[in-house]
């Protein structure tokens, strides 16, 4: 064979090996992106990764190595199980980590003869009841889901923190089942079962263990408003105005400096404060001088909840608050006048 025929056949046989080399790169390529978008169009909604609680109501997305009988999507029953294909008898499901009900549907399918070394991953695509509710004074009220173990102030956090009209107290209620647990292992019953009120300038200051609470689906925490007193009449500010500590409480004098202070028209000595009585058609006036009680000769008074502290003005002042208006115009226009007569 001539040296120009050894060539030849040197560079079809190299031709011929990189052909199939590309051709078999391109066709896994191809693969791997039809497997990819084949599972994004099977999971148009949100997947939750890692160890998590399933409950009542989750819809599961179960693989079971390459077995398309028994791979697919479950929804755990009201009973907190899930019914497998081709197994005889549910499987307890709520209140399980995907971890763990992952083993426990191997140990099943090993038992029942089905699979002799299964490979069970399991993931929440969503999540129906694993939730805690945020209601009362905070910034952004509302359901918030629990996707991994969730203390008090993690949820206070999300939900924007306090409200300005936030009080001194907040109260988590858990719902409780008929076994007498708290709904982490299935349905759970209307009973609810509130807790003692939590101080949360002790929470917030670090002195209440209750920041490390760990929070159950079905929990509701309601962060108590503070009591407000009303200020209205002759006043710089009028409007209503926060206790923010219940132990301090709100006097008299406190209230009218949130209110930036009487008026110079303002009749200090007739002042009275409405409050509702016992009745709800009915209420109490208890009279006021904040005269005296500004000069110390009356004790300051504490307001309660609701309290209208009404400061009216005095008709006289007011008269000659406008007499002075008149005078200061007139001389005004005496000036102006004689300026250029």
């Known amino acids: 064979m001539s040296r120009g025929n050894q060539i030849f056949l040197l560079l079809a046989a190299f031709i011929s090996a990189s052909a199939v080399t590309v051709t078999a790169q391109v066709n896994s390529q191809n693969r791997s992106t039809m497997n990819v978008n084949n599972r994004s169009a099977d999971n148009p909604g949100p997947v939750v990764y890692g160890g998590y609680q399933i409950g009542v109501g989750d819809i599961l997305d179960i693989h079971v190595n390459d077995e398309d009988d028994i791979s697919g999507r479950y929804q755990v029953d009201q009973d907190g199980k899930v019914k497998i294909s081709l197994l005889p008898n549910a499987i307890q499901a709520a209140g399980s980590t995907t971890f763990e009900f992952a083993h426990r549907m191997s140990d099943e399918l090993k038992q029942n003869q089905i699979l002799r070394e299964p490979s069970v991953t399991v993931l929440i695509l969503r999540e129906m009841t694993q939730n805690v509710s945020v209601m009362g004074a905070v910034m952004r009220p509302g359901v918030y889901p629990l996707e991994k173990p969730t203390g008090l102030m993690d949820v206070i956090s999300a939900a924007g923190g306090l409200a300005p009209n936030a009080g001194n107290t907040l109260t988590i209620t858990h719902h409780v089942e008929a076994n007498g647990s708290n709904g982490t292992n299935g349905s759970a019953t209307p009973n609810a079962e509130p807790s003692a009120p939590i101080n949360l300038t002790a929470l917030l200051s670090g002195r209440d263990r209750s920041a490390s609470l760990v929070l159950h689906a079905g929990d509701v925490i309601t962060v108590n408003t503070a009591p407000v007193v009303f200020v209205v009449g002759s006043v710089g500010k009028p409007g209503a105005f926060a206790v923010q500590d219940r132990r301090s409480q709100m006097t008299v004098l406190q209230a009218v400096a949130m209110a930036e202070g009487p008026t110079p028209t303002a009749s200090l000595g007739r002042s009275i404060i409405i409050r509702q009585s016992q009745s709800d058609s009915e209420r109490v006036e ?40 008149i005078g200061a115009q007139a001389a005004v226009s005496a000036v102006t006048y004689s300026a250029f007569f």
């Open 286 to 325: 208890i009279p006021v001088d904040l005269k005296k009680v500004m000069r110390g000769k009356e004790k300051d008074q504490i307001l309660e909840a609701n309290d209208i502290l009404f400061i009216p003005q005095s008709g006289l002042k007011a008269g000659m608050r406008r007499l002075g208006d």
